[in-house]
């Protein structure tokens, strides 16, 4: 799940929304006015729960408010490629160059020899070891019926509606997915343990975050240009082994993919094939700039900025939305991310409006241009990701702070000029401003950031927002 970009003339049916459960976005606690609840709306609230956000964030399962959401996206699981999975790549863009034997006795999906092509728990002591918050003996967490995914089991006993999906790859662990895609053995293999895994677990749906196909991601992943077509047949065959398993489970499995956000990602793709194929397709409609570039931009906007420098990219929601559309996509398959959280840059020049944006950060005398975000470590170096309620209670006008808008963007700025450091960041003006053109577009889903213990006030947003896509007229 790394992320990306929509146009004013979207022709679209529903709505929806996905918030991230991780270590920089907003928690699902609720406690805001908004009484619809999620499971009794049209539209598909969707939520990241990533496993790593149970350490350093603490957020936990039992933190999750699931009244107000549909689904959970469950990440990250990985693929198993001659015995181990993880990525060993030294390219600086790899946060994890750990790797990980398959096989794993406390994992009840591993426990013998594990083919290529299958999927594997991404941390297994997060996801079925962890014996805190668990009423089981430490024995039966030994064999893997305990943590994340137990607490998940029991979150939906109390929320029968709500449906939990495993989301498998992300921008790490993407480095197999073109091998596992271009042999029809291991295409077969990849279905059947999706399979397994949600049968092991009690889980509804995979979710398949290939970063990317052909092209991009991080340069030592595998690739090939046959990628395109062989994603299409990755799908199919997954398609029909869920299928199959659904029938003989009395349930409806689900498949779906998150898509980069822009025009390139429609051309690498066969988009209008896959699409009839998934449920919905998650459009990663945020990061559209942040810690890799040295120049100040926006982190989700709404619409293109003429006066933005990078007219390369020209990374927007309107842009994104509209590139899928265009591909063959359904409106009622699109669902648009939602990040609640912002990203900063230190040591850049105010400009000519004072409000920093677009404008060149000099490095620090460590070589550095990106300040510690909320959840940064000496471990983790400088990420420059500032969770909402971090912003919120910290930074819009406060402490020396100033808030900027950007009418045509739809995006705010937060500038402290004396620190020299900036953030780009979403808030209710935006979050309002997008849902009211998603409304008048008719599409069909949205989707947000991760999930987070952080400040009352995010839980206030929330509120808003799904008040806002209950509530809010067109225009």
């Known amino acids: 799940m790394h992320v990306l970009n929509i146009g004013k003339k979207m ?78 790549s030294t390219d600086p863009g790899n946060p994890n160059r750990n790797t990980w034997n ?16 299958a999927i594997v728990l991404g941390d297994p002591w997060a996801d079925v070891n962890n014996n805190d918050g668990v009423p089981l003996e430490w024995e039966d967490c030994e064999k893997g019926k305990c943590g994340n995914l137990y607490k998940l089991k029991a979150l939906k006993q109390t929320n029968p509606n709500l449906k939990t999906l495993l989301s498998v790859g992300g921008w790490t662990w993407s480095n197999r997915f073109s091998d596992v895609a271009a042999d029809p053995v291991t295409r077969t293999n990849f279905a059947n343990s999706a399979v397994n895994v949600l049968r092991a677990y009690g889980m509804d749906g995979i979710d ?35 299928a199959a398993a659904g029938a003989q489970d009395g349930k409806s499995y689900l498949l779906t993919i998150a898509g980069r956000a822009n025009q390139s990602y429609t051309t690498t793709t066969e988009m209008s094939s896959i699409s009839q194929i998934l449920d919905w397709i998650n459009i990663m409609t945020y990061d559209f700039h942040g810690d890799w570039e040295k120049t100040t931009n926006h982190n989700a906007s709404l619409y293109s900025d003429p006066n933005d420098p990078d007219t390369v990219n020209k990374f927007s929601t309107d842009y994104a939305v509209n590139a899928y559309i265009n591909a063959g996509v359904p409106a009622s398959k699109i669902v648009l991310g939602v990040p609640f959280y912002g990203r900063g840059w230190k040591n ?24 510690n975000g909320t959840w940064d470590t000496f ?41 020299k450091l900036l953030s780009a ?46 509530n809010l007229p067109p225009n």
């Open 11 to 88: 022709s679209v049916v529903l709505l929806s929304v996905l918030f991230l459960f991780s270590s920089w976005t907003m928690t699902m606690g609720w406690t805001g006015t908004a009484k619809a609840d999620a499971a009794n709306s049209s539209y598909k609230v969707v939520g990241y729960f990533t496993n790593w956000g149970i350490y350093d964030p603490n957020y936990q399962v039992e933190n999750i408010d699931a009244t107000k959401l549909t689904h959970i996206n469950y990440s990250f699981a990985d693929l198993c490629w001659n015995g181990k999975h993880g990525n060993p």
């Open 102 to 117: 398959c096989t794993d006795k406390g994992v009840p999906t591993q426990t013998g020899t594990v083919p290529n092509g």
């Open 208 to 242: 398949i975050d290939w970063e990317y196909p052909v092209s991009e991601g991080l340069p030592d992943n595998s690739r090939r240009p046959e990628d395109k077509h062989n994603f299409t047949l990755l799908l199919q065959e997954t398609r029909n082994k869920l």
């Open 348 to 371: 850049c020049a105010p400009g000519p409006n004072g409000d920093g944006q677009y404008q060149v950060c000099t490095p620090d005398f460590n070589g550095s241009y990106i300040p």
């Open 379 to 419: 471990e983790t170096g400088a990420g420059g990701m500032f969770d909402y309620g971090d912003l919120a209670a910290n930074y819009v006008n406060k402490n020396g702070f100033v808030r900027y808008w950007n009418s045509v963007a739809r995006y705010l700025t937060c500038t402290i000029l004396h620190l």
């Open 425 to 470: 960041m979403k808030i209710l003006n935006h979050l309002l401003a997008r849902l009211r053109t998603l409304k008048t577009a008719h599409l069909g889903e949205q989707w947000s950031g991760s999930l987070v213990k952080i400040a009352g006030q995010a839980r206030n947003i929330r509120a808003q927002v799904i008040n806002c896509l209950i």
